[in-house]
């Protein structure tokens, strides 16, 4: 009776530290590497589109983190690189959303700058028109 109780503790022992190792080493084989990388190096901004109005206006929601704290000038120039919006702010979350007349804009660039003009971010957009040349039959039977 001994020998059995001895050997079925033994046996619990055992698998008990199978286990563990097993958890800890699938614990280390999940978490990736650490990888070097500049976080200055990073995009700190975002442009994304969101899309046409009721109004059919052009919709662009503009993102820039700016820890710092630093004045920065964020500036909208149409294709012929003129100036169409530009103002200075001094946000750390900079966000905002730009409309513009669908129509009226074939490219457009978005530029965060220095205020020393130094460009720090820039995103430049091509609008299309949507044409389709593609005629489509409907036959009815």
Not at 8 to 18: A, C, F, P, S, T
Not at 62 to 81: E, H, I, T
Not at 103 to 116: G, K, Q, R, V
Request: hydrophobic share 40%; no cysteine.
């Amino acid at each position: 009776m001994k020998k059995q109780n001895f050997r079925m503790i033994v046996k619990r022992v055992l698998l008990g530290q199978l286990f563990t190792a097993l958890v800890f080493l699938s614990a280390n084989a999940s978490v990736s590497p650490v990888r070097n990388f500049d976080i200055t190096n990073a995009a700190k901004a975002d442009v994304k589109f969101k899309g046409i109005d009721g109004k059919n206006m052009l919709g662009f929601q503009v993102k820039y983190a700016n820890p710092s704290g630093k004045a920065f000038d964020f500036v909208v120039r149409d294709a012929f690189n003129e100036v169409i919006f530009r103002e200075t702010y001094t946000t750390t979350d900079f966000n905002k959303t730009i409309k513009l007349e669908k129509d009226e804009f074939s490219a457009l660039s978005f530029s965060i700058e220095d205020t020393f003009n130094n460009v720090i971010e820039k995103y430049n957009v091509q609008l299309e028109p949507l044409t389709s040349n593609k005629e489509v039959v409907i036959k009815k039977s």
